[in-house]
Every structure is written in structure tokens, then in C-alpha cells.
């Protein structure tokens, strides 16, 4: 699988953050490449939605000033501004921010199953932080993928229940790339791009704790195989989403 860059190493990152990074790092590389397609430069004004590694790595392969939305107290980083917001409090419009910015491009990945509230009523105040024809780009797993079918045939559920630590939930709520399709367009958005696929590491799917060990074998197996999926199949969904 590539590498990011040389300045960006899996084995510098320790413990579970180290397991997830390793897992995500093709999905960070499909999703610098996609945004380098979108015409993404230093002038373009990003929000990267769920202030992560990948907010540092879109500033420096662009040497953009990327902001960030999520839980942590406003504040500044050394890759822009950070901007304090519960999407779950999307569901009380007068709760909404209104002093953001807003932006060429936000990037919204692998935040959307985090959430319990109504995917419409995110999107709407996304939508409010998106520049008149600017982009959302919406990153999620694909809820129909083969893997979880096959658990489902076998009679076990290929969804992770709700976790107890409230910081850190798990997943909610998965969808199809139809589901999004419709919700994104009713919440005021147009859709430009659709594209499932696998790119993540399967070596690395086990990434849950320190003790969780790589699967060389099976995991490059997965890495061949999945790829050749049909679409509906596959395991990533990638939205690119003009605001309307």
C-alpha cells in the first residue's frame, strides 16, 4: 500500500492511533489525490470536518490554511483556525453557528456514522459553511458492503453496537451511496461525484487496541481481492458534493 509521504510514518504513531492511521493511510492518499483533482491549491479555503492527522496532512500537501470543526474548544492550530461544534446539535437550528467562515471546499470524512442525529439536519448546516458552488467531499463506510452482508447471511450482525465511552461511540448509522445520494440532494446540494471503493489497509482492520496485531496474510489477500468488487460491493463511499 503507498506511503503519504516520507515526513508521515506509521511507525512513529504508537498504540491504537497507530493500528487506525495504518488502516486509513490509502483512504488518506485516495483522498489528497482527489482534492489535488479538484483544483485544491494554497488559496483555497478548507474546513476539515473532525480535526484529525488528516487536517495536517491536506494543509501540508497544499500548503493550505485548513480550519477545523469538532468538539475541542476554539481555538488556533498550526494548521488554521479550530472551531468548536456538536453536529448532534444540528437538530436545534437556533443552536447552529453562525460567526464560522466559509469554504471552498469542506471535507466531511468518516465523520457522518459518528452521529445520531438526522443526516439531513447535518447536512443543512454544513451546507450553511459551504461557499456559494463550493464542494463537500463526504467520506463513509458503505453500509451493503460484501463483508457485512456475509455477516448477515451467517446470522451475525456486522454492525458494532453502541460503545459505553460517550466520547468515542462507534458508529450510529451506516448507509448506501443512494441514501446519501437522496439526503445530500435534499439538504441543497448537487451531486457531482460518486465513487466506491476499497481504500483502506486490511492488514491493519483489527486496529481497536494496542494488542490487536496486523493480519499479513488474510489482509493481503483482502487487499487484492476487495478492490475488484462491483461498486455496490466495495467497502468506502465518496461523495463530491456541490452546494446548490
Given at each position: ?11 512513529s504513531?504508537?498504540?491504537?492511533d ?33 480535526r ?9 500537501r497544499f500548503g493550505a ?15 488554521g483556525?479550530h ?22 471546499v ?14 439531513e ?21 458503505n ?15 456486522p ?25 445530500a ?31 499479513p ?6 487487499n ?9 460491493l ?10 446548490a
Amino acid at each position: 500500500m503507498p506511503a503519504i509521504n516520507d515526513s508521515f510514518s506509521v511507525a512513529s504513531i504508537r498504540g491504537h492511533d497507530r493500528g487506525y492511521t495504518a488502516f486509513h493511510s490509502p483512504r488518506y492518499v485516495f483522498l489528497l489525490q482527489l482534492l489535488a483533482d479538484l483544483g485544491a491549491s494554497e488559496n483555497t479555503r478548507i474546513l476539515d470536518v473532525g480535526r484529525s492527522a488528516l487536517t495536517s496532512l491536506i494543509a501540508r500537501r497544499f500548503g493550505a490554511r485548513v480550519d477545523s470543526l469538532g468538539l475541542e474548544p476554539d481555538g488556533a492550530s498550526n494548521d488554521g483556525a479550530h472551531f468548536r461544534f456538536d453536529l448532534n446539535r444540528a437538530l436545534e437550528e437556533e443552536a447552529w453557528r453562525r460567526d464560522l467562515p466559509r469554504y471552498d471546499v469542506v471535507v466531511m470524512a468518516e465523520v457522518i456514522e459518528h452521529l445520531h442525529t438526522a443526516p439531513e439536519l447535518v447536512l443543512a448546516f454544513i451546507r450553511t459553511l459551504v461557499a456559494d458552488g463550493g464542494l463537500l467531499v463526504l467520506q463513509t463506510p458503505n453500509a451493503a458492503s460484501l463483508p457485512k452482508r456475509i455477516k448477515l447471511a451467517l446470522g451475525r450482525n456486522p454492525y458494532e453496537r453502541i460503545r459505553a465511552d460517550a466520547s468515542n461511540p462507534g458508529h450510529f448509522r451506516e448507509y448506501t451511496a443512494n441514501e446519501l445520494r437522496r439526503l445530500a440532494e435534499s439538504s441543497g446540494f448537487r451531486t457531482e461525484r460518486c465513487r466506491s471503493g476499497y481504500y483502506f489497509d486490511a492488514r491493519y482492520a483489527r486496529h481497536r487496541g494496542p494488542a490487536d496485531r496486523p493480519q499479513p496474510v488474510i489482509g493481503t489477500l483482502k487487499n487484492s481481492v476487495y478492490p475488484l468488487l462491483p461498486p455496490t460491493l466495495r467497502e468506502g463511499i465518496t461523495l463530491v458534493l456541490r452546494r446548490a
